[in-house]
């Protein structure tokens, strides 16, 4: 099988904070000017994917993105646009469910593509594992929304190394992304590979192997959660992350940059090159992050390996 074409987008926005509130109440004119300003500020940090998901603000988010691209002539043609399906909100008694019936999959593309304003999708995510899924009626859904021009490419997010073999195996077209949240705070996909044969392997809960098989089959990472929700760029709450915070920032002031790109920059350091999905819609914060989707990262193996050990608060095994 030919390996799945690799993208260059350093990073992406994540786009779950736009739209207002998580509830069905309808957008107003202000969300519409908020997404606006957020995806101005990404574009002018040199970002030009978006995120999303069919459940961000119960499609909120996409549907003011749609009205920000409908404003915009031109703008579709500059981005990479892509959003994930496969989770169902909880409904009055009925709790939150995953379903990737090939059905449901189509449905769910087609009510995207009319909130978002647009012909295709250049990227589109199975959000997250179904038990009760058939592969092979997996891929023939996204086999027929390939052929129909619908979607371009296709992945995955949140699923193991196991997962994604059984579902390409059913699939002619290549998965090209996994999405997973790894961040400086949230490690356990970094230190799944170095705890093999410790007392502690047992205790971190990563699937193994999954970010080999990924680099293996030329699968692309993206980190969700990738700034740790400000831990080490001003929110910070515990003496260790007030210490990993300390070291971030004279980083980043000894290289003439934001801590936003410190944090960002170790992640994009890995040899897999992961994709940040920043999910932060203040504009301001974004632009913080402009050299970490502009330039290549600029951290000695040292520099890596002294946020790595301050985040983590212990020696290696």
């Not at 603000?57 to 981005?79: C, M, N, P, Q, Y």
């Not at 913080?288 to 890596?304: F, M, Q, V």
């Amino acid at each position: 099988m030919t390996l799945p074409e690799k993208t260059d987008d350093h990073l992406l926005l994540g786009c779950m904070g736009l739209g207002g509130g998580w509830d069905a109440e309808p957008h107003t004119p202000a969300d519409i000017d908020a997404a606006e300003a957020a995806v101005e500020a990404a574009l002018d940090s040199g970002i030009t994917a978006f995120d999303h998901a069919d459940i961000y603000r119960h499609g909120k988010a996409e549907a003011v993105f749609g009205e920000v691209l409908a404003r915009s002539a031109g703008l579709r043609e500059r981005i990479t646009l892509q959003t994930k399906c496969g989770i169902r909100l909880a409904d009055g008694d009925r709790p939150g469910i995953y379903d990737l019936r090939g059905a449901t999959i189509v449905r769910r593309v087609e009510e995207s593509l009319e909130r978002l304003r647009t012909d295709v999708l250049d990227v589109l995510l199975l959000h997250r594992p179904d038990p009760l899924a058939d592969p092979a009626d997996i891929g023939d859904a996204l086999t027929s929304l390939h052929r129909q021009g619908l979607v371009r490419r296709f992945g995955v997010s949140n699923m193991n190394a196991a997962q994604i073999a059984r579902l390409q195996a059913h699939l002619d077209l290549p998965l090209v992304v996994n999405q997973l949240e790894m961040s400086l705070h949230r490690r356990a996909w970094l230190e799944d590979g170095v705890l093999v044969n410790t007392p502690e392997s047992a205790a971190n809960g990563f699937p193994a192997g999954t970010v080999e098989h990924c680099l293996a089959h030329g699968i692309g990472l993206q980190a969700w959660g990738a700034l740790a929700q400000g831990r080490y760029t001003g929110a910070q709450g515990t003496p260790q992350e007030a210490a990993t915070a300390a070291l971030v920032a004279s980083l980043a002031e000894a290289k003439g940059t934001t801590p936003e790109t410190i944090v960002l920059w170790w992640l994009r350091r890995h040899p897999a090159r992961i994709a940040p999905v920043i999910g932060t819609s203040n504009p301001a914060r974004i632009r913080a992050c402009r050299d970490a989707a502009t330039t290549e990262p600029d951290l000695s193996h040292d520099e890596w390996y002294a946020l790595w050990l301050s985040a983590r608060g212990a020696p290696l095994p």
